[in-house]
């Protein structure tokens, strides 16, 4: 069901504000409107969130995970019905939101199992030493706990597997932590369905309501009023720099500042190694298309700059490159401002004197259609001028013609913090490689080699995150397992009774998880 | 040698600005003067720091470990003039300082074998799955990887185990990061003769000069400088509120923010439980003065706070803790900064209309003596005004007599972070605490029973954090080896030959150090 309302808790609320969503395909405005949170609202969801803390912070592990797995088949149990509000509110095809909601669906049962094994309690434990001198040790018991009730604000590039449900919610939902999602306006009744299968699943569960809230709306009041609330602790946000730096600016001048993770810009260098280039230049040309032009560009990970040695073999792929994007189709972009943001970019790109364009796709009929845009220029104009550097969100990608490795290891050491780097590196080219992987791992959270750093798995070794400004935490990942750490943090329990002590701490070891003892970890057992 | 010159990587340089230490004990200026380090002297040192870091970041373990215990070693050699100089510059006792010289020395071995240990590199395998559908996995490695150089300041406090080779320092090595160190001006001689045993070390293992810079000075643009230098990519600070929050805002107003890890303030309240109160008042009032009065109070895990029922159980403690302070000795203070601060409080909270003093420590000769004291209010008075729940750095403590323990869930639980809480909890009282443990876990990185705070073990299950302001991020600690997390970021390497990967990701696991393979952990091997 979607009629417009707010979820605060169990309950379902309208409010007298109100806003609409558009199908960016048609330029239609969607029924029904929607419910604007006020602050009202926000502080209602905080005190409800941070009602349920200790309870929710407390549930077993396997209580946890059953819950997180019913969100999951909650979603599911929406049926099509969310594949055709999400393709209506975003534009994209069908195919991708089918594979989207697997992968969210994917995410709440991977982390049902982080929450099975245990791991991420990082419990430890340092037995008494009664009998040392010149002092005994206490007995040390360390755990990591939740961090308190979390503000999540749903990204407008993924309307299932990072919004109200995806990476950041699952995560902090398995750490133990309320969630308040801010809702994106761009997707407010996908929002809503996927919003209410977890509040079924919290009720179905038998936890307290406060475990989760949806607040969609269309202010930048809302989410500040969120990452104000002195019972937030922690937020989560994937979206634009300037959005995510006004959250990190919010939360430092709160009493108690709180860690703000948001994931914001990036570019994505790919570099193309001579001998990679010289092999198989016309291949790497089309893959390097269609990563660029998939989902039309609305990608994190998108390759918005490739560096290569100049000459032949390079004009030869710019030639392939360039060919390849004249043939290919626009594809609708999620929202009118993306949009005109992708517009305003490519043109700035487009009439700077230090840019030739190299081809554009084709033009669309219809509304809020990305025409891909391929550009070059030299490192020298690169290096020049900060803005040739600066994200354009969408299909737009800037070849940066080297002299030398060197130089492209210049241009690199230079780049601000990415979330990736891609290598096309044939094994004639490791030896150049291997001294440019040092440099290019202090810029980056993942580097990647002989793919596309588009299409991210979500798994214990993912690092989706890096440097400012790809992330304000460049410690962290917003995907992946890793992910749940954002939101925990260590306790140390000394000569506690053993009924003070949390479970996971306790001799006995009843929840079965790998700890370390004395400094020495134990395997996991599943 | 100490002769008051700047260390800059291998050199020692005499600046024109110089400023002198003063012994707190006697009040005389003690020789020789100090060079003052300068905005030049900071980038120089950032260079040279960022020119080794790439060279020690990929020192292979056991080197780097080595490279720690020779600086442990070249400390002991210093022999007893470290102790004179620290004791003369200080005003801690010969006991005391020995004691610490060892905790300096055994935290330096302590993370040489975290190094060996190899577990905090976090190495993640997820193998290649060509066969899974409907798309294949990639290879996915994580690992940690060093931050960058780190700026390191000096606390006063600890001027050996907290000071230039302290906590921070040996952490930040121990990471793969060049460390910086702005020294603390109480204790410049002792700083020197410990950066000097440092410069040896880094000179000894063969590493690049940079890997260590000692830059001494008394004002607070050097500081400020540090933090502010682009190549510093994280900071490690123990000190007072207002100049961590300085070094937190400089840091986040830098074009890339880094991370600031600063431990501030904490009044470490202490909760007596009923039946420990009844049972053992007289003892816990003898151990409290002990506690409070220890080091002149000087440390950052001070009593500064006590909680109870009152009634006539509480009076009897009272009574016996002032007559116990009644009889203490004053204790010489670190500087007459700090001295004329601890009066200032002491003053304040005296003079306070809400607060009664139950006692005060005998007066001392001579000047800077810390004469201890002990201060009583009611939780209403100590809610309604936020300034009795400042810290008071030295021995002073103040308690607050509740009408029952849900009056005293309520102060803790309107408390600012705390770094600890201590319980006096007797196996009667286990089940009226067993409901304050959550209450106070939100508020303390450690809570410890029928203990004192004082007296930090050095262990793997050790926290020495907790959330603002006991700290400018909850989620460390800077004392025990969980503090290494600080100066580390994940890098996930996806599809990389192997001639590309870190050694810490190869298929042979040369350093046999354990991992996480396919999301299991293997257990630590050494």
């Keep these: 069901m979607i009629d417009g309302a707010l979820l605060i808790g169990g309950e379902a609320r309208q409010a007298a504000n109100r806003f609409t969503a558009v199908n960016p395909a048609s330029g239609e405005t969607l029924t029904p409107d929607f419910s604007s949170a006020n602050a009202d609202a926000v502080a209602e969801a905080c005190t409800l969130a941070e009602d349920a803390f200790a309870t929710y912070a407390a549930t077993d592990l396997e209580s946890r995970a059953a819950f997180l797995e019913g969100i999951a088949q909650n979603i599911l149990d929406i049926g099509d019905e969310l594949i055709e509000r999400a393709m209506a509110e975003s534009g994209l095809p069908r195919a991708r939101l089918e594979g989207e909601r697997g992968r969210t669906v994917g995410q709440l049962k991977l982390f049902a199992g982080v929450v099975r094994q245990g791991d991420f309690l990082d419990a430890t434990i340092d037995p008494a030493l009664p009998d040392r001198a010149p002092l005994p040790r ?240 030299t490192a020298d104009q690169f290096l020049a001028d900060v803005k040739l550097s600066h994200e354009v969100f969408g299909s737009s990608s800037m070849l940066v013609r080297c002299r030398d490795l060197p130089e492209i290891a210049l241009v690199i050491a230079k780049l601000e913090g990415q979330l990736t780097a891609t290598l096309q590196v044939d094994p004639a080219d490791e030896a150049e490689a291997a001294k440019l992987v040092p440099v290019i791992a202090r810029r980056v959270g993942r580097i990647l080699a002989n793919g596309w750093p588009t299409g991210v798995e979500v798994a214990p070794a993912m690092v989706h995150g890096g440097p400012f400004p790809a992330t304000s935490d460049g410690r962290t990942t917003s995907v992946g397992t890793l992910a749940i750490a954002r939101f925990l943090r260590p306790v140390c329990f000394q000569n506690l009774a053993p009924a003070l002590l949390p479970e996971a701490l306790h001799d006995d070891n009843g929840w079965g998880i790998a700890r370390r003892l004395d400094g020495k970890r134990e395997a996991s057992p599943r």
């Design 138 to 377: 206490p007995d040390l018991r360390r755990v990591n706990l939740a961090i308190g009730p979390v503000a999540v604000f749903g990204a407008s590039n993924f309307p299932l597997a990072f919004s109200v449900a995806g990476g950041d919610t699952a995560s902090a939902l398995a750490a133990g932590c309320p969630v308040v999602v801010k809702g994106h306006p761009s997707h407010p009744g996908t929002g809503e369905l996927v919003a209410r299968a977890i509040q079924k699943a919290v009720a179905d569960a038998g936890l307290p309501a406060g475990v989760f809230s949806y607040l969609p709306g269309e202010t930048n009041e809302l989410g500040g009023a969120l990452v104000a609330d002195p019972r937030i602790q922690a937020v989560g946000f994937t979206g634009s720099r300037g959005g995510g730096l006004a959250l990190v600016r919010i939360a430092a001048k709160r009493d108690e500042p709180i860690p703000v993770y948001a994931e914001m810009s990036s570019i994505n260098p790919v570099v193309l190694f001579p001998a990679a280039l010289a092999a198989r230049g016309a291949a790497l040309a089309k893959e390097f298309v269609g990563s660029l032009t998939m989902g039309a560009g609305q990608f994190c990970t998108n390759p918005g700059l490739v560096l290569a040695v100049d000459g032949p073999d390079l004009d030869a792929f710019v030639e392939a490159a360039g060919s390849a994007l004249t043939d290919s189709a626009p594809a609708t972009m999620l929202s009118p401002g993306i949009h005109a943001s992708f517009e305003q970019g490519v043109a700035a790109l487009a009439g700077h004197e230090a840019v030739r364009t190299v081809a554009r796709g084709k033009s669309g009929e219809g509304v809020n259609q990305a025409v891909g845009a391929f550009f070059e220029t």
